[in-house]
């Protein structure tokens, strides 16, 4: 059993209501497996806050929980949730929970990209790195490229005086879907030119946010 209780810290827009959850996985197969394939849970919610059910599925499944910055500006993560499931796939809990609040998820790799119906994730680029365990706690983007540069024996190309910092928590991930993720929520995008990754800054990228657990 997991209870969520306490576990995550996820920006709130109000005080925090009292969140009673339960998940547990199940071996019970669910009837829309053909259309959810995702592992069965027991759900218990009460008044539970959105962004701590997203920790909490980040969690569970060990995937990468990002909520996009359209999405936090229209509907922000101040809502709460009270649902009960019975052994049911947590994919498709997950996608009646977000339904309610007007969202959709998308799954890149090990990346849960939570978005507006209309935004989804472009899912343009295939990743083939190596698979890294990361754990940065504001940790300097400048830096991280860097280290980044090291790991890949590729070149990185960005402006030295980058002041970004960046908190994530990332486990089995190839290196370059962490790089992306990190450059994507640090509001910085990148191209391939010649074997060079240039590193460019964008406008619209910065406010998303991680929902990760703060324990792990």
């Known amino acids: 059993m997991i209870n969520a209780t306490k576990l995550f810290s996820v920006p709130k827009c109000r005080p925090a209501a009292m969140l009673m959850a339960a998940l547990v996985l ?3 197969a669910s009837p829309a ?3 959810y394939s995702g592992q069965a849970i027991n759900l218990d919610l009460a008044d539970a806050d959105l962004g701590d059910v997203l920790a909490s599925f980040s969690e569970l499944t060990d995937l990468v929980c990002v909520v996009d910055s359209r999405t936090v500006a229209a509907n922000g993560l101040d809502r709460v949730v009270s649902v009960t499931y019975d052994s049911v796939p947590w994919d498709r809990a997950l996608a009646e929970i977000l339904s309610e609040a007007g969202l959709e998820w998308t799954l890149e790799g090990k990346v849960l990209w939570i978005h507006l119906p ?3 994730p472009t899912g343009d680029r295939n990743f083939t ?3 890294i365990n990361l754990r940065l706690e504001e940790a300097k983007v400048a830096d991280v490229l860097e280290t980044m540069e090291q790991v890949s024996g590729i070149g990185i190309e960005f402006d030295p005086d980058i002041d ?3 908190s994530v928590r990332l486990r089995s991930i190839p290196w370059d879907q962490a790089l992306d993720l990190i450059l994507r929520i640090s509001g910085f995008d990148y191209a391939v030119d010649g074997g060079v990754i240039e590193v460019v800054k964008i406008g619209n990228a910065k406010g998303m946010q991680l929902m990760t657990s703060s324990t792990s």
Request: net charge negative.
């Open 26 to 28: 199940s071996p019970v």
């Open 33 to 35: 497996a053909e259309i």
């Open 118 to 120: 209309d935004n989804p």
């Open 129 to 131: 790195g190596d698979a």
């Open 164 to 166: 970004a910092t960046v």
